[in-house]
């Protein structure tokens, strides 16, 4: 059973830059791709950050943080990460991860319980 542990927010001004990890237990990484999600205070629905395929696909991003986060990953060590700079209030939420052994295209299947990043002066 996969299993995914978040780590890396915390409380950043705007400007400023975080790296997200996400790491994998359970089962090796290789074939799953992995999406990032996130969930602003107060907000019901959770809004799609992006996407990174497994061996070598393509990655996917929003709209809106397109020149801002990246997503890379890094099999050997069951880890993928989410580089964001250029962080804006906007931006605050509880960030998870997510697996699926489909592809970026299709629903996620494991979920971590995500890190709060917090974007504030």
């Known amino acids: 059973q996969l299993q995914l542990v978040e780590s890396g927010g915390g409380l950043v001004q705007p400007g400023g830059s975080l790296r997200l990890s996400c790491v994998a237990s359970?089962?090796?990484?290789?074939?799953?791709?992995i999406g990032w999600f996130r969930q602003a205070p107060g907000k019901e629905e959770r809004e799609w950050v992006g996407?990174?395929?497994?061996?070598?696909?393509?990655?996917y991003l929003a709209d809106d943080v397109k020149g801002r986060f990246t997503i890379s990953r890094d099999d050997t060590r069951n880890t993928v990460y989410l580089q964001m700079s250029g962080l804006k209030p906007d931006d605050t939420s509880l960030y998870s991860c997510?697996?699926?052994?489909?592809?970026?295209?299709?629903?996620?299947?494991?979920w971590g319980k995500g890190t709060l990043v917090t974007v504030s002066s």
């Open positions: 997510a697996a699926t052994r489909t592809s970026c295209l299709g629903g996620m299947d494991y």
């Open positions: 359970g089962t090796p990484l290789d074939f799953f791709a």
């Open positions: 996407c990174i395929s497994s061996r070598s696909g393509p990655t």
